[in-house]
C-alpha cells in the first residue's frame, strides 16, 4: 500500500522556467524511496512540490487525501516532516528547546515527553548536548538533530534532503546506520534525496532516478544495479 502518490506532477518556481515534467511515482506505507539523479535533475524541487513550496500541477496524494493545492503548514499538520538541505535546525536554541519546538502542535504532553527520551536514547550524541545551542554542534550532530526535531512532530513520512551534504565520510556512515535503526524501530516511510547512492540503495527498498525533471528510470535496487547502462550512468 502507498502512502504517498505523484500522477503526472509539474512544478515551477516563481517567475522561473518548469523544473518538473510529469514525474509520476509511489512511496509505499513503511517503506523508504530513495531519490537519485545529478545536480539539477529536480530532485531537491520534488521534496519541496511534496511540501507545497512550488507551483505544482498534477496529482498529489498523502495517505489518500489530495494534498496538491494544500499550504505548507497544512501538509505539514498531516503527518509530512521535511529535513531540507542546511540541518533545518534553529541555531539559537538548546537541543532540548529545537526538539520541543518540533514538537509545538502537539497537544499531549506524556507523548512528546515519551518521544523526546527515544530520540535522544537513539541519537546519544544529542542526549550528550541537551543544553548546547544548536549552532555550536558539529556538522553531524546538527544533521542528527534536524531530523530528530523533525521527529518530534510525529510524522507518518519523512523527507531528507541530502542528509549527507558537507559531512565527512565516517561521519555520514554514522548518520545513515541511526537512520537505518530509526526506520527499522519506527516503521516511519521515507523519501530520500541523496547524492552518495551507494548509501541510499543500501537503504531504500524502492529507487527513482531523474533526469532533468523526468523520471530515467526507477525500480528496486536490486533491479537498477543488474542494469550495467543505469549503473553507470546513475550509481556510480
Known amino acids: 500500500m502507498s502512502i504517498l502518490t505523484l500522477e503526472e506532477v509539474h512544478a ?15 512511496v509505499s ?6 531519490l537519485l539523479g545529478s545536480n539539477g535533475a529536480g ?15 498534477g496529482t498529489i496524494r ?22 531540507p538541505q542546511g540541518r533545518g535546525t534553529l541555531p539559537g536554541l538548546t537541543v532540548k528547546d529545537n526538539l520541543e519546538a518540533g514538537a509545538i502542535m502537539r497537544r499531549d504532553r506524556a507523548a512528546v515527553r515519551a518521544d523526546m ?14 543544553t548546547q545551542r544548536a549552532n555550536t554542534l558539529s556538522g553531524g550532530e546538527q544533521q542528527m538533530l534536524a531530523i530528530a526535531r523533525a521527529l ?13 551534504l ?9 548518520v545513515f546506520r541511526t537512520i537505518a535503526t530509526l ?7 521515507m523519501l530520500i534525496v541523496e547524492q552518495n547512492s551507494a548509501l541510499a540503495l543500501q537503504l531504500a527498498d524502492h529507487v527513482v532516478l531523474l533526469e532533468n525533471g523526468r523520471i530515467a528510470a526507477s525500480g528496486t535496487p536490486t533491479d537498477l544495479m543488474a542494469s550495467d547502462a543505469i549503473r553507470r550512468a546513475y550509481l556510480g
Open 183 to 189: 526506520q527499522e524501530q519506527t516503521q516511519i516511510s
Open 152 to 164: 518530534m512532530g510525529a510524522p507518518r513520512l519523512l523527507l531528507l534532503d541530502e542528509p549527507s
Open 12 to 26: 515551477s518556481y516563481s517567475g522561473g522556467s518548469r523544473v518538473l515534467h510529469g514525474i509520476s511515482f509511489t
Open 62 to 83: 498523502f495517505a489518500g487525501t489530495d494534498i496538491t493545492g494544500m499550504r505548507t503548514d497544512k501538509i505539514a499538520r498531516l503527518g509530512i516532516a521535511h529535513v
Open 117 to 130: 527520551a527515544r530520540y535522544l536514547d537513539l541519537f546519544p550524541r544529542l542526549a550528550e548536548r541537551a
Open 29 to 34: 506505507d513503511g517503506g523508504v524511496t530513495a
Open 43 to 57: 530532485k531537491t524541487t520534488t521534496l519541496r512540490t511534496i511540501s507545497g513550496i512550488t507551483h505544482r500541477r
Open 166 to 174: 558537507g559531512l565527512a565520510p565516517k561521519v555520514t556512515q554514522d
